[in-house]
Nanobody, 118 residues
Framework: QLVESGGGLVQPGGSLRLSCAAY????????LSWTRQAPGKGLEWLSG???????YYADSIKGRFTTSRDNRVNMMYLQMDNLKPEDTAIYYC??????????????WGQGTQVTVSS
């Protein structure tokens, strides 16, 4: 099970930190990703992180978002800086390193809403 938290309303240029808690997984051996879905749009993969911390990012968020994980406490994080209105979406943590559709990933969290607006 994956549980996201940390979403909310933020002004453009602001920051948020999302957290993903994992339960019942072989966390230390599981690759994870952050994805998002904006209203009326398809799923967007944002970043993937291997168990050793190697991370990949989508071009749309590279340089603004940072993914990290702490294998000691089964947590993954997404630090989001310089947020833009187009970052408004529901953000999900998922198992799997990369994908473009929901079926590319295994477990899903319930999602956390991020709204960027003045």
């Amino acid at each position: 099970q994956l549980v996201e938290s940390g979403g909310g309303l933020v002004q453009p240029g602001g920051s948020l930190r999302l957290s993903c808690a994992a339960y019942g997984l072989a966390f230390n051996h599981t690759g994870l990703s952050w994805t998002r879905q904006a209203p009326g749009k398809g799923l967007e993969w944002l970043s993937g992180i291997y168990s050793d911390g190697l991370t990949y990012y989508a071009d749309s968020i590279k340089g603004r978002f940072t993914t990290s994980r702490d294998n000691r406490v089964n947590m993954m994080y997404l630090q989001m800086d310089n947020l833009k209105p187009e970052d408004t979406a529901i953000y999900y943590c998922v198992t799997g390193i990369y994908g473009s559709v929901r079926s590319d990933f295994g477990h899903w969290g319930q999602g956390t809403q991020v709204t960027v607006s003045s």
